[in-house]
């Protein structure tokens, strides 16, 4: 099992770009899905999160009214539109995911994903 995330790409400051995570192996019926980041030099952020059953989203400050979330279940995809992206949006973006049984109130860390996707690119030029 594993994920695949695609869309990662340049793009001019105020610009938009859209990521999509799909499974290999598995779906998303009952999983939660998200998004984090990590810049040169700095830790892994959690960005975005989306959980399946109940489509309640969480968002982390930085990117709120600018980036969401969201699936398309006929297709097992989750997305990540991103707008208005800004030069400190440049990072690596991966794709995680945790099954049944989580309970998340707040986005979730990075750690509480059980499966990573191995990443894309997105760069941000001012």
């Known amino acids: 099992v594993q994920l695949v995330e695609s869309g990662g790409g340049s793009v001019q400051a105020g610009g938009s770009l859209r990521l999509s995570c799909a499974p290999s192996?598995?779906?998303?019926?009952?999983?939660?899905v998200g998004w984090f980041r990590q810049a040169p030099g700095k830790d892994h952020e959690g960005v975005a999160c989306?959980?399946?059953?109940?489509?309640?989203?969480f968002y982390a400050d930085s990117v709120k009214g600018r980036f969401t979330v969201f699936s398309d279940n006929a297709k097992n995809t989750v997305y990540l539109q991103m707008n208005s992206l800004k030069a400190e949006d440049t990072a690596v973006y991966y794709c995680?995911?945790?099954?049944?049984?989580?309970?998340?109130?707040?986005?979730?860390?990075?750690?509480?994903?059980?499966?990573w996707g191995r990443g894309v690119q997105v760069t941000v030029s001012s």
């Open positions: 989306l959980s399946i059953p109940d489509t309640r989203t």
């Open positions: 192996g598995f779906t998303f019926d009952d999983y939660a």
């Open positions: 995680g995911s945790v099954g049944p049984g989580y309970d998340f109130r707040r986005l979730p860390k990075p750690l509480e994903y059980n499966l």
